[in-house]
């Protein structure tokens, strides 16, 4: 899978986009991520790409040409499958839009900073609209940061048995059982008995049932909307 993110601030995704997981991912060649900087396309030597807002109001809109020409170019070398536009007006990420994600080949993402982007882009170019929560960060880059990463641990041959995907909270909408490792007996607190017993049987049931009682206290919304 290719991401392209075009975006004013790449500095804010290049960490979080070179460790652990999304490392090994780009480092074997099933995840490829391209920052551009917007600053290359900008309208001027004083590296332009936003405005004041037509109708009057406080912050800077980020202009159509430089973003047109930006998407434009990326566009010679690829087709996209989508062009998605972060922002906290989009619908609400979650484990079922990173699994869609996750399928497709070439994905292009837009973070927005200041107000947002001039609302002709998003008629004319972009596909999807992406938040990650209800409330408000300072541009689209962390939240790009957090969608790259939970789309990239989820393509084929990323995640091992070690870290495997298919025991993720969410991924079935329940949310994970506890887990434990060494000792038996830390402090004189125990780990729960049937972990123990080697009955594999044993340990799936007790694993769904532990799942199912913490979604119903936590998150009992989740039982509700299916995935
Ligand atoms: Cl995608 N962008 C911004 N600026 N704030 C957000 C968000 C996105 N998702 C939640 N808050």
Redesign the pocket.
Known sequence: MKIDIITVVPELLESPLSHSIMKRAREKGLLEVNLHNLRKWAINKYGQVDDYQYGGGAGMVMMCEPLVNAIEELQKDTSYDEIIY???D?GTFNQRTANNLSLKENVLIIC?HYKGIDQRIRDHYVTME????D??????EL?AAVVVDAVGRLLPGVLNDETSALTDSFQDNLLAPPVYTRPENFNGWEVPAVLLSGDPKKVDQWRYEQSLANTRLRRPDLLKDDL
């Open positions: 972060m922002t906290p989009g927005g992406i938040s990650i929560g409330y408000v960060l300072s541009g689209g939240a």
